[in-house]
Structure formats: structure tokens, C-alpha cells
């Protein structure tokens, strides 16, 4: 065999192939199967982080009704926003995912669409990634208290908490990533089997003295504990949140395509799969935690810190409790980490087009593990900058549940619209909708419209600084920064996603990396 064939490269992977036309080397390393790429989405979206943490709202807003049908009419709507971004996803499996489609499909500025599409997104991640890691501190805290008397409702407590939270997510993404990719798998199990026990103990290990609801309570009953009095008209809707927030972070599926096989296939799957699984299991979920609401102390578990804590110690103890507060903490850990995984793979992607300041740190990968380091601590530290206002607003997490919804929903569904847009010159991918394409993405585009303006609406009163809904603030500063940006520098330079190079100079970036 002579030296040129012994320094022959090795072929491409199909895979590699399709990445290398779409512009970019193989920077991140290729080890994930289409379960690990499911897993980590059904991972984010997290029943029992987001049905748990945001259940005091739903007891709030529109009460037992609406936790119990709100769920399946947001989880259908879900559903055809996943369908439509997954049809997508199958043409472009890029970690770049929302801002890369919307470079690609819009017919004219192609980089103001992107752009915009990017910060969308960015802010939604790191805003997805505060509630879920707030969410598990104050699980944590409310665990703390029962255990060692460590106040709940003493907020630096919570805070400090949830920074020790986001540091273990940081480093773990950091130096075990091979232990992470392990955990996401694990994680699917956890969650199946976590909402089985909860509802198993809720349904048959009542203590004595405690009884279910009737069934009309469940699925009729409303309650407005909103402190407005304007109707159900504005009290059910906002109720929907509770379903809405937890229906988010599906599209980790589509930024984790670099480092999945099969990619085409594998990421589509990914975010449809992990939405329809949720909507089972998280429909199991809501019915059996509500059937345990005692209805003597309705006001109490709603107004507790950690509602679904204080409806466990009601109906089946305080030792059933405390076990069954460790069962939702393991998910809402495994949920906070898998988002830190996700949000550090767009903020790569999108420094890797020199979108945000100080791109070129970003971007950067580690040679040793492949990962971009330097990303998942933007996004760590990006997460606690979004906590620290419950220190003074008790309202915060609400907002930023807010934040996150908005954020991510604007960001998902404009690609949607833009390939609306194009009609029968979309190429499509491997994995598509047929002649439902239509239907199912306009039906998506009208829902996140709808959702969109509902969830900047005020969700309690009478609004003062402490109830405030200030979402309404974090996307006006988020939107008029990009914009001025982009009216001042951004437009003159940002020109979508970047091609790095001819395929030999990607394929000399590869062997860097791999040196």
C-alpha cells in the first residue's frame, strides 16, 4: 500500500456528508442513537418538572377544570407545532436548528430573519433553563425544611440553592459528558416510572382521614384564585401556562443532530416522540395528583410554596412525601441538565455565525471532549441573572416560565411560517407531512400567535411590583437590543449562517480537532 492511500482520509458517515453540504465540519463528536436524541427532549420537557412546579398556577387560574383539559388541548396544539418543526428538522439537522431554517427558508432577508429567530431562542433557552433549575431549588428547599427546618420561603435560601443547581448542571456538562449522555437515557425511565409511582402512592396509600375528590371536582370544578374578577373568559386561558411551559425545550432534538446518527431521521422523531409520550404521561400525572387535592384545604396546598408538596403531606403523609419530593427532585435534575446540554449546543451554533457578542469564546471547542465548554457557562450564568428577581418579586418564576414559553414558541414557529411560505420548493427531507403540511403548520402558526400575546398578559392581581408580569419586559429588552444591533452593526456583517470552508478546509478542522 503506498503512503498517499495510507493518508487517504476515511469516508464521510451519510451523516457527516449532510452536515459538510449544509456548511459546517464535524466540530462536536457523532455518539448519540435516535433514543439518546428523543431522550434528551422528552428529558427537557419533563412532566415532572414542569407539571409540578407550575401546579400552584394552575390551581390558581382556573382550578381543577382546567389543569385536567388544559392539558390535552395545549398537548394537541403542541403536537402540530412539533409535527411542523420536525418536517423541518429533517432538511436542515443542524445544532444551529430555528435561526439556521430561518436563514434557509425565508424568501427575502434571509439574515433579519434569522437573526431575530436566534435571539427568539436564545433567550427562550436560557429562560427554560432558569425555570426548570428554580423549579428543582424550590423542591429542594421544601425537602430541606421538612428535613432540617432550612425555611422555604426565606428566598435567599432558594436562590443560593438554585445557584448550587446550575453549578452542578455547568460542571457536568463540562467534564461528564459521557456521564450526561448515560443519565438522559436513564432519565426516560425515571420519568415513566416516577409518574407511576406518584400516581400508584396518590391512588392507593391515602393516609387516615384523607379521601380523593369526586370526580366532578376534577374535571368540572373551576377556581379563581387570580385576585382578578373579570370572568373566566381571562382567568381559563392564562391558566393554560401550567401545560404550555412544560410543552417546551423539544427542540434540544433538533440543536442535538451534529452529535446524533442518522440525523434526518433520528432528530424529527426526536422532538414528535418526546411531545407525544408527555402528553400521555403527563395527562396520568395532572388526574392522579388532582383526584389527592383534599378539598378542606384547597386554599392551603394553592397557596403553598410547593403546592404538589403540600397536597402530598394532606393526603398520604409526611414520610410519602418526603419520598415522593425525591422522586420529582431526580427528573427536575435530569430535566435542568439535559436544558443546560441543549441551550450550550444553540449558543455554540449560533457564535459559531458570529452572532452574539464575544462569539469567537462561544464558539470554541474543547479538544478534549468535543464540547463547547465556554457556551454552557453563558448559558449557566445567562439562567441565574433570570433568578435572582425572586429575591425581591415573589412573582418572578411565573414571569420567567413566561419568558421561556414566549421566547421558544416565537422561535419554533417561524421557520413553520417561512416554509409556509415557500410552497412546493421546499425540499423536503426524509421525513415529512405529506399533504398535512398545510394545515397542520398554519393551524401551529394561529396557536403560537394566540399564546404569544395571552402569556404577557397580567396572571395575578391587583398588579403591583410583587405580582407584576414582567415578561412583558424581558422581551421588549431582549427585542429592542437585537433590534438596535441589527439597525447599527448586525445588518452590515450578519449574513446568516456562515459556510466554514471548501470540504478540505472542513476537513482540516476536523483533523484538528481530532489531533
Known amino acids: ?161 438554585y445557584a448550587a443547581v446550575l453549578l452542578v448542571h455547568g460542571l457536568l456538562n463540562q467534564f461528564g459528558i459521557r456521564l450526561v449522555a448515560l443519565l438522559n437515557n436513564v432519565s426516560v425511565w425515571w420519568h415513566i416510572t416516577g409518574v407511576l409511582l406518584i400516581v400508584g402512592t396518590l391512588t392507593f396509600g391515602l393516609k387516615a382521614g384523607a379521601h380523593h375528590a369526586p370526580a366532578k371536582f376534577v374535571f368540572t370544578d373551576l377556581y379563581n384564585g387570580s385576585g382578578f374578577h373579570i370572568g373566566w373568559w381571562y382567568i381559563v386561558p392564562v391558566g393554560l401556562l401550567l401545560a404550555q411551559y412544560t410543552f417546551t425545550g423539544y427542540d434540544a432534538s433538533a440543536h442535538m443532530t451534529e452529535e446524533t446518527r442518522q440525523a434526518s431521521r433520528s432528530g424529527p422523531r426526536g422532538i414528535v416522540m418526546s411531545i407525544l409520550i408527555s402528553l400521555i404521561a403527563g395527562w396520568i400525572l395532572l388526574i392522579g395528583i388532582t383526584f389527592a387535592i383534599q378539598r378542606s384545604n384547597y386554599v392551603g396546598e394553592a397557596s403553598a410554596v410547593v403546592a ?98 414566549i421566547g421558544l414558541y416565537v422561535a419554533y414557529v417561524t421557520p413553520t411560517f417561512l416554509r409556509l411560505r415557500q410552497g412546493s420548493s421546499f425540499q423536503r427531507g426524509p421525513w415529512h407531512l405529506g399533504r398535512w403540511t398545510y394545515l397542520i403548520g398554519w393551524t401551529a402558526v394561529v396557536w403560537v400567535v394566540f399564546i404569544t400575546i395571552l402569556f404577557m398578559l397580567p396572571q395575578f392581581g391587583p398588579i403591583s411590583w410583587t405580582t407584576f408580569n414582567y415578561a412583558v419586559i424581558a422581551l421588549v429588552v431582549v427585542i429592542g437590543y437585537a433590534g438596535i444591533y441589527w439597525q447599527v452593526s448586525a445588518k452590515n456583517w450578519f449574513t446568516g449562517p456562515r459556510i466554514q470552508g471548501s470540504p478540505e478546509e472542513l476537513a482540516a478542522i476536523e483533523r484538528e480537532l481530532a489531533s
Open 308 to 405: 404538589p408538596a403540600q397536597i402530598f403531606i394532606d393526603s398520604i403523609g409526611r414520610t410519602g412525601a418526603e419520598l415522593l419530593l425525591l422522586v420529582a427532585i431526580g427528573a427536575q435534575l435530569f430535566c435542568g441538565m439535559s436544558s443546560v446540554t441543549a441551550n450550550s449546543r444553540m449558543i455554540y451554533a449560533f457564535s459559531r455565525d458570529g452572532a452574539l457578542p464575544g462569539s469567537a469564546l462561544w464558539h470554541r471547542v474543547n479538544k478534549r471532549t468535543r464540547t463547547p465548554t465556554n457556551a454552557i457557562w453563558l448559558a449557566v450564568v445567562g439562567a441565574l441573572i433570570l433568578g435572582l428577581p425572586y429575591l425581591f418579586n415573589t412573582a418572578a418564576y411565573g414571569a420567567v416560565t413566561s419568558i421561556a414559553t
Open 1 to 161: 500500500m503506498s503512503a498517499n492511500e495510507q493518508a487517504a482520509p476515511a469516508p464521510l458517515s451519510s451523516d457527516e456528508a449532510t452536515l459538510h453540504q449544509l456548511g459546517y465540519a464535524q466540530e462536536l463528536r457523532r455518539r448519540m442513537s435516535g433514543f439518546s436524541n428523543f431522550a434528551v427532549s422528552f428529558t427537557i420537557i419533563s412532566v415532572l418538572s414542569g407539571c409540578l412546579t407550575l401546579y400552584y398556577f394552575g390551581m390558581d387560574e382556573g382550578g381543577p377544570a382546567v389543569i385536567v383539559w388544559g392539558w390535552p388541548i395545549v398537548g394537541i396544539m403542541t403536537l402540530l407545532v412539533g409535527l411542523s418543526m420536525a418536517e423541518v428538522c429533517s432538511s436542515f439537522p443542524t445544532a444551529g436548528g430555528l435561526y439556521y431554517w430561518s436563514a434557509k427558508l425565508a424568501r427575502t432577508n434571509g439574515p433579519a430573519w434569522s437573526w431575530f429567530t436566534g435571539w427568539f431562542n436564545f433567550l427562550g433557552q436560557v429562560a427554560i433553563t432558569a425555570g426548570i433549575d428554580f423549579g428543582a431549588a424550590l423542591f429542594i428547599n421544601f425537602e430541606l425544611e421538612l428535613w432540617f427546618g432550612f425555611s422555604v420561603t426565606t428566598h435567599w435560601h432558594t436562590v443560593l440553592i
